[in-house]
């Protein structure tokens, strides 16, 4: 009996053992949420964020860079501060502004005594270092570096765009998983369009943490640690100093400058007016400065040269004179006189009658008239309606071969396609077979419902320079550095006008002559073979838009260039002066005494005071 | 000559438990205050760190240890009473003057040093209840005998129950394995199970439901019963019947008062204790926090474990008092199951050892004892490992020879070791 005492004895030891080892398997091995729980706990993931990639102008100069910013940390059970008289002088905040800071900071969710936060965010690291007398004598402050855009010369704001916290939509839209709430994204101009090269790769730390939530190094030796990698920098096309010349002149005006280099489609200048400081849109002021640029009633944000669509007026005769020519109305010979009268169109005075050349150099309304007039009837041994819609397609698939009314596949968002309207639309308007030439004759001039934005506008001028093909316009030449530099395909692709370039040439001597001798003759500059055309828009709202379209030189053009200043009156008095000025500034870098008096009166031309009215 | 003869009769085996679990112990309370960071150089040795303070306590056991052999043998049967009565006296006047530590008076101390009566109260009792059965008229059939042990084993419970240290109280209840092998009934031991069976029942369930439940299982143990019985015997059936049934209403009271006692007599932080090891969702932040960050640490161990000096958990002070009374949460952890496994074992084993070794003492006096030694050990082993690994409820008691503290391994050294000079001496007792 004694012995089976023992050994029941025994058997409960054994027995509580087997339990407990049992329960242990079920514990340790099959059950898996401990070990989540047990990461959850003792592991932070930070995200380490790369560096962005950097945007050059076509001579290497910087656009945008990143600066350093420094954020001063605290941490508020070791905090300890001998003087904070001193303290608050050093970093420029009033006593109360200190005391505001701590109650906030310590209000806030997630807060904890014994984890670094901010006080004090995006200083300065010469307004860092103008405190470190003062932090040497202090305890429980940290610094924490991170890197915010800044524009050195505060220029070309719309092309470059901005960067901001992604939007919800945003977050929800993006498939790929990249993005988390709170990261920076590229929200407009090139900022967004290049988001992927200049974004870099996210990289994470994992880092242990007790149970106070103090870090204690990394976790696993950092094994599964991934490091981050930069973004790549981008060439542009951005000739930087005729960009910011140009908008020195477009500063109290509204509107557009559009300069292309016709030999490649490169962008030198995308001037949207007015502009904004693009500093405003970076660091701690960025919600209260958007929101300011928002509500202003000149639309700074509005990204003109691209969405902006306009009537082109007499600009778009040269498009005229060249489908004439293809539809073979029109030839070189043709001549027209400046009968107003006879067909109730308005012009100015001028030699008549002309040819074809004369009528580009003098700008005659009544000849564009009459061309337009032979193209939409020109005989198909049909009735007036049915002509009209046979030639008046054929005009338009020519037109479009320009890019007009639609997107041109430039590497910025939110481009406009403009209006080039089409038969169905006519025929929803006045019915079908019901419209002729008489119904849709403002075209002839570039008014009616003929709408044009003003990179379509230089991709024009670039086309005439070329004799019939343009390169999609664009703004970078090269992605990326090194072995690992890359240009885009598509934008060595030339895209051919249905115009044989055999017409050209008629045209070009004929822009050639508005500058030399013509409506543009005000604004010709010494020295430089500039061809133009000038236009004067009509619009409901105030003076006509200022328009000019060049470029130069007239052999082996080198710019082309579309100036577009909303209500700046006869094309020649404001927008013609900007387009030659810049090109006088690009071609040759000097400028005479006469240009730079030209300057001065274009400059000093405030539209926006003038038309202040228009803007409430 | 006796040194020599003293050597060769020692048990080398249990010696080396011994020795393989304190030196384990100490390796795992450096890897709860290790830090990894390597700016940080750490010694083990280092007396600012709760392991170099250990191993002053591991070298004062061996001076102990050395002591308790050069103790005359006859001094523990003789001065077992006189302990006793001493340790009794103390832990009263540590109810007065002890310190008081998380709301209990069980500590006294000068400057640092402390040490805590209760933990010494265990090994005394275990003495002299080892001399007053031992003695050849002890009999536990005698109602005299059982009176007097009872009054052995509740004299010092009363006291440190004054102290407010419950957890040291229920360590006595171990000394029923020491009694049901010294001829006490089986039945106290069955009850005792089944009690704590309803207790666990009545937590997680219903009270009426649980009532209902029980009168059904004993209609169908009767119908059983009917059914099976071979000649039916109309009284022989109403008496088992009779019986059933007030077994089963002895169980329903169990459950009333179980309940009653739960909501309305224990504090309230007793309940939240219990509470929550049948739902340890219950009070994650709180009253459940110690619990589920136990099970955390250990269930994040897995198989093969975080490795020496690599869990989380164990390092950054996710569980409390982890060198202490939760130290297997750090074998758990960085040891896993192949760890902790080998730890319950290895712990097994010892305890059957010392069984063993109880059962071949001739003196009744020294069998006694080590079966005190052994159900005490085992208790602590039950308590702690269950506790960390919630089927037990949090009481403050260690693990011997692991936890951190020097009055817990003083108090487990001088238990085992006076029992093995026992062992030593076994032959000797013959010779008399």
Not at chain 1, 347 to 362: A, E, F, R, T
Request: one cysteine or more; glycine letters at 8%; proline letters at 4%.
């Amino acid at each position: 009996m004694r012995d089976e005492r023992k050994l029941v004895i025994q058997i409960i030891f054994i027995l509580i053992g087997f339990i407990y080892i049992v329960r242990l398997f079920f514990l340790q091995v099959v059950e898996d949420k401990y070990k989540e729980e047990a990461e959850k706990n003792a592991t932070r993931k930070i995200i380490e964020y790369p560096y962005r990639g950097l945007l050059y102008d076509r001579h290497n100069k910087p656009l945008v860079i990143n600066q350093i910013v420094i954020d001063l940390m605290v941490v508020m059970k070791e905090m300890k501060v001998p003087d904070t008289t001193q303290f608050c002088n050093a970093f420029n905040i009033s006593k109360e502004e200190f005391i505001d800071i701590i109650k906030k900071v310590k209000q806030e969710k997630g807060y904890n005594k014994n984890r670094p936060v901010p006080i004090i965010k995006q200083l300065s690291i010469e307004d860092f270092g103008k405190g470190l007398d003062v932090l040497a004598d202090c305890n429980g402050f940290y610094r924490q570096e991170r890197t915010i855009r800044s524009y050195p010369d505060q220029s070309a704001a719309n092309a470059l765009g901005y960067i901001g916290e992604i939007s919800k939509p945003q977050l929800e839209k993006s498939t790929e998983g990249y993005y988390e709430q709170g990261d920076l994204v590229g929200i407009s101009g090139l900022e967004s369009s290049y988001e992927k090269y200049l974004r870099g790769k996210k990289g994470v730390r994992y880092i242990m943490k007790d149970v106070h939530g103090v870090v204690k190094g990394p976790y696993r030796g950092g094994d599964q640690d991934i490091i981050s990698e930069p973004g790549e920098n981008l060439f542009t096309t951005i000739d930087l100093e005729l960009q910011k010349y140009g908008e020195e002149m477009m500063k109290n005006k509204i509107g557009s400058v559009v300069a292309i280099e016709p030999s490649t489609g490169e962008i030198l200048a995308f001037i949207s007016a007015p502009t904004y400081n693009p500093n405003a849109l970076t660091g701690r002021y960025f919600s209260k400065n958007y929101d300011s640029l928002q509500k202003n009633p000149m639309k700074p944000l509005f990204n003109r040269p691209l969405m902006a669509m306009y009537p082109p007026g007499s600009i778009f005769k040269l498009a005229q004179a060249l489908v004439g020519q293809q539809m073979g109305v029109l030839r070189p010979s043709t001549i027209y006189s400046c009968n107003q009268q006879a067909v109730g169109v308005k012009c100015h005075p001028h030699p008549s009658p002309n040819d074809l050349k004369g009528s580009i150099q003098w700008s005659c309304n009544p000849y564009y008239f009459t061309v337009f007039k032979t193209i939409i009837h020109k005989n198909r041994n049909t009735n007036k309606y049915r002509e009209s819609e046979l030639n008046y397609d054929d005009w338009r698939k020519h037109m479009a071969t320009f890019g007009f009314g639609q997107k041109l596949k430039i590497d910025m968002p939110n481009m406009k396609s403009g209006h080039l309207p089409t038969n169905a639309y006519y025929d929803k308007i006045y019915g079908d077979l019901s419209w002729k030439h008489s119904t849709i004759r403002s075209l002839d001039i570039g008014q009616g419902e003929l709408l044009i934005v003003p990179v379509q506008m230089a991709n024009l001028a670039a086309t005439v320079a070329n004799k019939g093909y343009y390169y999609t316009p664009h703004f970078v030449k090269r992605i990326g550095e090194g072995k690992n530099a890359r240009i885009l395909k598509e934008y060595t692709q030339k895209h051919y006008t249905s115009i044989d370039s055999s017409f050209f040439q008629v045209i070009i001597e004929g822009m050639f002559m508005v500058v030399e001798h013509g409506t543009a003759y005000f604004d010709k500059i010494p020295g430089i073979e500039i061809c133009g055309k000038t236009g004067t828009a009509q619009n409901p709202h105030g003076d006509d838009h200022s328009v000019f379209i060049s470029f130069a030189p007239k052999t082996n053009p080198k710019i082309a260039i579309a100036v577009y200043v909303e209500n700046g009156g006869f094309g020649a008095v404001t927008a013609a002066p900007i387009a030659n000025l810049m090109i006088e500034k690009y071609l040759t870098d000097t400028t005479s005494a006469m240009s730079r008096w030209m300057k001065k009166v274009v400059t000093e031309k405030d539209l926006l005071t003038k038309n202040k009215k228009l803007y409430k | 000559m006796r040194e020599d003869s003293l050597s060769r009769n020692i048990d080398w085996v249990t010696i080396l438990f011994y020795l393989t679990f304190i030196i384990a112990g100490w390796l795992n309370i450096f890897a709860v205050v290790y830090n990894p960071d390597p700016e940080v150089q750490q010694n083990i040795f280092d007396l600012s760190l709760n392991s170099g303070k250990q191993l002053l306590w591991i070298g004062s056991a061996f001076i102990l240890i050395l002591m308790i052999f050069a103790v005359d043998i006859k001094f523990y049967s003789a001065f077992a009473y006189v302990l006793y009565g001493i340790i009794i006296l103390v832990v009263i006047a540590t109810i007065f003057i002890g310190l008081e530590i998380n709301g209990s008076h069980s500590w006294i101390g000068v400057g640092s040093f402390r040490v805590q009566p209760a933990e010494f109260a265990k090994l005394f009792t275990a003495l002299a209840l080892s001399r007053f059965l031992g003695d050849v008229n002890a009999n536990l059939k005698k109602r005299n005998t059982r009176l007097v042990v009872a009054g052995i084993l509740i004299l010092p419970c009363l006291f440190i129950l004054l102290q407010n240290e419950t957890g040291g109280v229920l360590v006595f209840s171990a000394f029923i394995l020491v009694l049901f092998r010294e001829g006490l009934s089986p039945w106290i031991l069955i009850i005792g199970v089944a009690s704590i069976a309803i207790f666990i029942l009545t937590l997680m369930l219903d009270k009426y439901n649980l009532s209902i439940g029980l009168l059904i299982l004993a209609g169908v143990a009767i119908i059983i019963r009917i059914i099976t019985v071979r000649k039916i015997i109309f009284r022989s059936i109403m008496i088992n019947s009779a019986t059933v049934i007030a077994i089963a209403i002895l169980c329903i009271g169990i459950v009333f008062s179980v309940d009653f006692a739960i909501n309305k007599v224990l504090k309230d932080h007793q309940r939240k204790r219990i509470m929550v090891l049948v739902n340890p969702e219950l009070d994650k932040k709180k009253e459940g926090y110690q619990i589920n960050q136990s099970k955390v640490a250990i269930g994040s161990g897995g198989f093969f474990g975080q490795g020496f000096l690599q869990g989380t958990q164990t390092k950054f002070d996710f569980v409390p008092e982890q060198s202490t009374d939760f130290i297997f949460c750090t074998i758990g952890e960085e040891h896993g199951w192949i760890g902790s496994t080998f730890l319950i074992i290895l712990y097994i084993m010892f305890l059957v050892r010392i069984i063993n070794l109880a059962e071949r003492q001739k003196e009744k006096f020294a069998r006694i004892y080590g079966y005190c030694v052994a159900s005490i050990i085992f208790f602590h082993f039950m308590v702690n490992i269950g506790m960390t690994i919630g089927v037990f409820p949090i009481i403050g008691i260690p693990l011997p020879f692991f936890s951190y503290g020097g009055s817990s391994l003083w108090s487990f050294t001088i238990l085992l070791f006076i029992f093995l000079k026992m062992d030593a001496h076994r032959k000797q007792v013959l010779a008399h």
